[in-house]
């Protein structure tokens, strides 16, 4: 039989990345240091330094985990068949179901403003994902399924600015389940987009 550790548990990369992420939204990025972080693990920060350099490959692990999760999506979307009106509904849907198994990451991700080489990598990831939806909607437009009286960037952005919300009041395992989240926003973003033909 064995003996129960004594103390507090070790941490292993994962679970320090859970801690840092929630720090990070709680108090920034920027308003966060290492020793507060060491604080809040009960750890020291020469222990944190054997799972990662540094605070800003902290950030970079988290930001990726956000992207790669709509990189995910987006490759799913690429390779699918039809007209673009049914794949950018998609790409929405699979966004959504991103940012409710990664709420932590992708919120993280939505509040980096370009401070740091990190952070301005991961806009630029960004923008390769808003030019695709901007492209699947001037192609849904081209192909007569948008209403064509209002741009195409301005759509992307009107339908992100509606799934990207969802940091700010959805809850996992309260309420609503991540598929009928993403069956709302489908339904009130698509209904309102197509032209009725």
């Known amino acids: 039989m064995t003996t129960p550790r004594r103390g507090r548990p070790g941490y292993d990369l994962e679970s320090l990345l859970q801690v840092a992420v929630r720090l990070f939204n709680e108090r920034g990025y920027d308003g966060t240091s290492m020793e507060d972080l060491s604080r809040k693990l009960g750890i020291t920060k020469s222990a944190i330094y054997h799972h990662v350099p ?22 799913s979307t690429a390779q699918l068949d039809g007209r673009a009106i049914d794949r950018l509904e998609h790409l929405v849907r699979g966004s959504v179901l991103v940012l409710a198994d990664r709420l932590p990451f992708v919120t993280l991700l939505l509040r980096v403003r370009g401070n740091t080489k990190v952070e301005r990598a991961a806009l630029a ?73």
């Not at 960037?153 to 009107?158: H, P, Q, W």
């Open 54 to 75: 540094s605070k800003e490959e902290l950030l970079r692990l988290a930001v990726d985990r956000a992207l790669d999760g709509l990189s995910e999506a987006a490759s």
């Open 125 to 197: 990831r960004r923008r390769e994902f808003d030019r695709l939806v901007t492209d699947l909607v001037k192609q849904a437009e081209a192909e007569g399924d948008i209403r064509p009286d209002v741009d195409p960037a301005v759509t992307a952005r009107l339908i992100f600015g509606m799934v990207n919300s969802l940091i700010e009041w959805y809850k996992p395992r309260r309420g609503s389940s991540a598929t009928e989240v993403a069956d709302a926003v489908c339904k009130i973003a698509f209904e309102g987009l197509r032209t009725g033909s």
